[in-house]
């Protein structure tokens, strides 16, 4: 089956840094990638949906100037914290589709843990 | 804002019990889907339903959906410890491309 790989799976970093995480689709390629962000005992909440080539689509209340998001090639997306802060921390979680269509299945990453000290 | 609520938020059985999970959502859908989330780690897919569809087995899951109501119900059946996770609905709104809206999720607890 589709396999989606998210890096590191869990960072520790100082308030103020930038912290990148990456998803890469490792057997198939995706057009399209979607990043969440999901804090404890909480639901998944999309945050961005990410096509390759093309600059990302941001949900309302999301600051697209802090979560940097790069979509360079069909299996990767990169999503960069930057100037990190302790209420960023929370469990990112990507997934990878094939395509732009409601037929297009979703293949989750298994997710990365950042705590902001 | 959240597209399904779920309910019960948290449900605790023993082992051999049957689990029913529920989730009810606002606007027109195409499918929806389940997943379960083991504490800490990622999503898991377990089962489909797309919105022409009533019903849906796979293994010890069944589910129901009623578009009429907007709503669906994840069944578990002869539950496992194993079986103890965080469960999500996910829908696919109508022209919405791919984009999933996941509910607020029900935690089970499976005891032995």
């Known amino acids: 089956g589709a396999v989606v790989s998210q890096h590191p799976s869990w960072v520790i970093c100082k308030s103020g840094t930038s912290v990148k995480i990456e998803c890469r689709s490792l057997?198939?390629?995706?057009?399209?990638m979607f990043w969440y962000r999901q804090f404890p005992k909480q639901s998944l909440m999309l945050m961005a949906t990410?096509?390759?080539?093309?600059?990302?689509?941001?949900e309302q209340g999301v600051e697209k100037d802090k979560f940097l998001i790069n979509h360079a090639s069909l299996t990767l997306s990169t999503l960069t914290v930057t100037s990190a802060h302790p209420e960023d921390s929370s469990f990112y979680i990507c997934?990878?589709?094939?395509?732009?269509?409601?037929?297009?299945?979703?293949?989750f990453g298994p997710g990365t843990r950042l705590t902001v000290l | 804002s959240q597209q399904g609520e779920e309910d019960p938020q948290a449900l605790s059985i023993q082992e051999g019990e049957n689990a029913t999970m529920n989730c009810s959502y606002k606007?027109?859908?195409?499918?929806l889907q389940w997943y379960r989330q083991n504490s800490g780690r990622g999503l898991v897919h377990l089962i489909l339903?797309?919105?022409?569809?009533r019903e849906k087995h796979s293994g010890r899951l069944r589910v129901t959906l009623d578009t009429s109501k907007k709503s669906s119900s994840l069944l578990i059946t002869a539950s496992r410890a194993a079986d103890t996770a965080s469960y999500f609905c996910a829908t696919l709104v109508t022209g919405g491309g791919n984009k999933l809206t996941f509910g607020t999720g029900t935690q089970l607890k499976v005891e032995l």
């Open positions: 339903i797309r919105s022409n569809e």
């Open positions: 606007t027109s859908i195409n499918n």
């Open positions: 057997d198939f390629q995706a057009t399209t």
């Open positions: 990410s096509n390759e080539g093309s600059k990302a689509t941001y």
């Open positions: 997934s990878a589709a094939t395509g732009l269509t409601s037929t297009d299945t979703q293949y």
